[in-house]
């Protein structure tokens, strides 16, 4: 039977149904990773997936883009509630990314090799907010007009966590979590061609800080201005998450935040980031002004913290 896919209205992204994710043949593979180029995000409302299911759907998409030392997993655990079962608290390193990810961003762009797709499943959910908010780049590049679409052309950017971080409040040490490295600030084009569709769109969202060959401050201005008008409706969709509910979204043309809510109350997903195609989505990094040290490299492999004890952090950017 084919799959119902029902694009959200005046909005981004569609919802999928008659599919089971946990028992999926190469067909039905088909229709939903072509549905998934179309609409850019796609939720699939109470899969229920266990941690297998999810890293073999997970999968489907390409290689997992390994968020610590020695993951040996597609799936993460995502959220306020740490490995003692406590909750996050202000001040936490975690806490402090949980605030960060509330701004607009498409991920790991902060990596030598930016992601392709990351996927969330619903565990526990809070009765208010917590909702995942997305946005179409591609309509917002369309959206643009044919001046500001010239001039955008063939400009690049600095993509930093250490920056966007700071932007929200926070500042963080070198090397002590996923993004916080010393293999330079990636330089990416402003407006990225997406390697299999072939559409443009607008790629920067909060880690992009400056536009080389432009001021610090002009630069900041133009990337928050074209953020502001990119992320507006009908070219967004905030889900509202149900326990069960998974989602999975086209990093390469899709930017997406954390809806705030009562961090007194547990929120935890789990994620799955499919690492980004060499080809389309590896830049060159450059001395960041933010990290200790500048130790270029093509790998977002950590080399700092490869020799210590794999820990799991409770939240990533
Ligand atoms: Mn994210």
């Known amino acids: ?37 179309t609409h850019g995000v796609l939720v ?9 299911a999810q890293g073999a759907f997970a999968r489907r998409f390409g290689n997992v883009e390994k968020l610590y030392p020695g993951q040996d997993r597609a799936t993460l655990h995502f959220g306020n509630v740490k490995a003692d079962g406590k909750l996050t ?15 607009w961003h498409t991920d790991s762009t902060y990596m030598p090799l930016a992601a392709k797709a990351s996927m969330l499943m619903a565990l526990v959910v809070p009765a208010e907010g917590g909702g ?3 946005a179409d780049m591609r309509a917002a590049y369309d959206a643009l007009d044919r001046a500001m679409q010239e ?26 979590m996923y993004g916080f490295h010393d293999k330079g600030a990636p330089l990416r084009p402003v407006i990225k061609t997406h390697p299999e569709t072939g559409r443009k769109s607008l790629y920067t969202g909060r880690h992009a800080y400056r536009i080389e060959g432009m001021d610090p401050d002009a630069s900041l201005a133009l990337l928050d201005g074209l953020m502001d008008d990119a992320c507006q409706p009908p070219r967004t969709y905030l889900h509202a998450w149900t326990v069960g509910d998974l989602a999975v979204w086209d990093n390469r043309c899709m930017m997406h935040r954390a809806q705030p809510y009562d961090t007194s109350q ?17 830049a060159p990094t450059f001395a960041d ?3 200790d040290a500048f130790r270029p490299t093509s790998s977002n492999e950590s080399a700092l913290t490869a020799g210590k004890s794999p820990k799991e952090p409770d939240v990533y950017a």
């Not at 699939?44 to 297998?52: N, V």
């Not at 930093?160 to 929200?168: D, P, V």
């Not at 547990?266 to 590896?282: C, I, W």
């Open 1 to 37: 039977m084919a799959i119902t896919v029902q694009p959200n209205e005046n909005a981004a992204g569609a919802v999928v149904t008659d599919v089971d994710l946990a028992a999926l043949d190469d067909g039905t593979w088909a229709e939903v990773y072509g549905a998934f180029l």
């Open 44 to 52: 699939f409302p109470g899969q229920h997936l266990d941690e297998e």
């Open 89 to 103: 608290r202000p001040g936490d390193e975690s806490f402090k990314l949980l605030r960060g990810n509330e701004g």
């Open 132 to 134: 995942t908010e997305f």
């Open 151 to 176: 001039k955008l052309e063939g400009l690049s950017a600095y993509h930093s966590l250490y920056h966007s971080q700071a932007r929200a409040g926070f500042a963080h040490n070198t090397d002590h």
């Open 266 to 282: 547990p929120r935890v997903l789990r994620a799955s980031r499919v690492a980004g195609e060499p080809e389309s989505e590896l």
């Open 289 to 291: 002004p933010k990290a």
